[in-house]
């Protein structure tokens, strides 16, 4: 009875009109993201050769991850040239004017369209796949045989879900292929890798919208109250609780600005130069003043780097109530875009920056940097997002089978 | 063989849908029930059917108490709705095979299903056609179709012949005596008291969940069944 209640669902969904729009839908836009993202990392990686060849090992720079094209993330900070000035690092902005565009809409990369595009998809699939046959009158049909619910609900999810997934691996299978016919694009075995669990949690983040849709659609007794509940739900989650977060962990970490530190920073350094004039050059007391400033200063962006990681950590906790949270921090991670690579390079280019010495900037060598491995980001942390969307997918389809055990078909 | 034992069934807003109702349908009969709108006549249906408990009392289908095994005992019976609703994109061909299937008949040849569609009188154009075309008629066919395929003792139908044209109506009540010749014990509510006196074997009058008349064919055979129907009626009305 299952396989004829997958086979139904399938042929259902295939001969709906929805299915054949959304179908023509993503495989668009996964192409035309694609070609739209790899234009734009040839640029990044023209920039990146300009500034590497100009920098002749004063900066530390490293190349775009061909992955960008998947998950742009943080690339572009990344990809920045950083520097020393003055005892202090500084990254250039240089490079940041690839494709202002970007910066006005969203970067229309393969994330962005499964973390809000496809994931609505799946709510649509799934919104009257219970509420809708009610409607119907199927449900009732179907239920007054021999048909156990259990069998009927596991058999419409796996039908549905198959039914969702297959046009977005067709899609994204034919822009892979695209990618690999491309003539700046190199990828490594670690690359694709990264790429295939990039994949595996982008199905584990659709199942979840999925599985959500069609509790909404067990709760409600209508096609059209399932579909604006489904919406509801979808906002929260995609937009909301992803922006709140931030918002709130700000009100439990105080981070001063930018601004701040520089004030603060300059007058250490002013005190301690009156002090260091009124003393004179050369006496014990003067260079004793002048570490003692060096250190404050020092102690004062220490406690600044503090203070931005917890409120950066707080803020990725709070928002992975979102499974889009999660599924963000996992790809970007694993595509080595996301915020964990950024902190891992900035503690390399600090190391490598101010770790020369006296040397002469040209006998110093060349900055070198390997992205994080794919068994590193999920021992870093992105297992326990991955293991977050397991969760809500248990949760949700849980909840699910319960509601419909229960649900009143009359 | 459908059995009922001082069913009852109280809904939570209080109001008594079903009053210690008990009768059995025997292989080979239908049972016409009769009543108004909010008799109880839907709610015998859907405690048959599981899709509700009763309150107290038991009913079976086969001899399986249908609440307490609702999957072994909705194996011997198969419905038939008002309006039989099935899926408007599938051909009658995708429908009959899907609800075969559900109903354990696995394997079946087209020409098997065309073969049971046929019998019910839908013409050859229809086998093939998306079930959003069909007229109301043709989907009751179809819907006896299904039933016929599954070839279950027990039938239940709720109003099968409500909204049906008088051509249509007939037909159905061709297949409907098919069926009793097949040994069929089937289970009809109706408002229709002209079709129920045509096919019944027997009617049960229900009044406010109470069952306050049976009557066998004999008795309103000759007689105006409309005029039995609304002297119980009042009966019922007046009664302690």
């Known amino acids: ?410 | 063989m459908i059995e009922l034992k001082e069913l009852t069934k109280r809904y939570e807003d209080g109001i008594l849908a079903l009053d210690h109702v008990s009768y059995t349908i025997q292989p080979g009969e239908i049972f016409c029930l009769l009543g108004a709108n909010g008799a109880g006549k839907t709610t015998t249906v859907n405690i048959l059917l599981d899709f509700i408990q009763p309150t107290s009392g038991s009913a079976f289908l086969n001899g399986h108490d249908c609440n307490k095994f609702p999957l072994e005992a909705k194996k011997y019976v198969s419905y038939v709705s008002e309006n039989v609703q099935l899926y408007g994109m599938f051909t009658a061909r995708q429908n009959l095979r899907f609800f075969a299937e559900l109903g354990g008949k696995k394997g079946l040849k087209n020409q098997d299903l065309d073969n049971v569609m046929r019998s019910v009188g839908l013409p050859e154009k229809a086998l093939t056609m998306r079930l959003k075309n069909y007229s109301k008629g043709m989907r009751q066919k179809l819907g006896i179709a299904i039933a016929l395929i599954k070839d279950p003792p027990a039938i239940i139908m709720d109003e099968p012949t409500s909204g049906l044209d008088p051509r249509s109506a007939n037909e159905f009540l061709d297949q409907l005596r098919k069926l009793r010749e097949r040994g069929k014990a089937i289970l009809m509510t109706t408002h229709d008291i002209f079709r129920a006196k045509q096919i019944a074997d027997r009617v049960g009058i229900m009044k406010q969940g109470r069952l306050v008349a049976v009557r066998k064919r004999d008795e309103f055979k000759h007689a105006d069944l409309e005029q039995i129907y609304l002297r119980e009626m009042e009966a019922a009305e007046t009664a302690p």
């Open chain 1, 1 to 410: 009875m299952l396989k004829s209640i997958i086979r139904k669902e399938i042929l259902s969904h295939f001969l709906s009109y929805r299915f054949s729009i959304i179908t023509a839908l993503s495989t668009l836009l996964i192409l035309v993201s694609i070609f739209v993202m790899y234009r734009d990392y040839c640029l990044a990686l023209e920039n990146y050769e300009i500034l590497d060849s100009t920098s002749e090992g004063a900066a530390a720079v490293i190349p775009p991850t061909p992955l960008s094209i998947f998950a742009k993330g943080l690339d572009e900070n990344l990809c920045r040239a950083y520097a020393e000035s003055l005892g202090r690092i500084s990254a250039s902005s240089k490079q940041q004017s690839v494709n202002d565009i970007f910066k006005l809409f969203t970067v229309p990369d393969l994330l962005y369209i499964i973390k809000v595009i496809l994931s609505l998809c799946a709510m649509l699939f799934a919104f009257d796949m219970i509420s809708g046959e009610k409607e119907a009158g199927t449900l009732r049909q179907s239920l007054s045989g021999s048909l156990g619910r259990p069998i009927l609900i596991t058999g419409k999810w796996i039908g549905g879900f198959t039914s969702l997934i297959l046009p977005f691996f067709i899609a994204v299978l034919l822009g892979t292929i695209f990618v690999t016919l491309l003539p700046m694009v190199q990828m490594s075995v670690e690359n694709w890798a990264k790429l295939g669990l990039f994949l595996l949690s982008a199905v584990i983040y659709l199942a979840v919208f999925f599985s959500l849709g069609l509790l909404i659609s067990c709760l409600t007794h209508e096609s059209s109250s399932s579909l604006v509940v489904s919406l509801f739900a979808w906002t929260i989650l995609v937009f909301l609780i992803p922006n709140l977060g931030n918002i709130l962990a700000r009100q439990f970490v105080e981070v001063p600005t930018v601004q701040q530190l520089e004030l603060r920073r300059r007058h250490i350094a002013m005190g301690a130069w009156i002090e260091f004039t009124r003393q004179g050059e050369g006496t014990p007391e003067s260079e004793a003043l002048l570490a003692r400033a060096r250190s404050e200063g020092d102690q004062v962006t220490e406690d600044y780097r503090n203070r931005f990681d917890r409120l950066v950590t707080l803020s990725q906790n709070i928002t992975r109530v979102s499974p889009t949270a999660a599924f963000t921090f996992l790809a970007t991670d694993l595509m080595g875009t996301g915020i964990s690579e950024e902190r891992r390079l900035k503690q390399a280019v600090v190391q490598y920056l101010s770790g020369s010495g006296d040397e002469e900037e040209r006998d110093r060598p060349s900055f070198s940097y390997q992205r994080t491995s794919c068994r590193e980001v999920l021992g870093r942390g992105g297992l326990n997002n991955l293991l977050i969307l397991v969760l809500f997918d248990l949760l949700f389809f849980a909840a699910t089978y319960v509601v419909f055990l229960r649900y009143d078909v009359r």
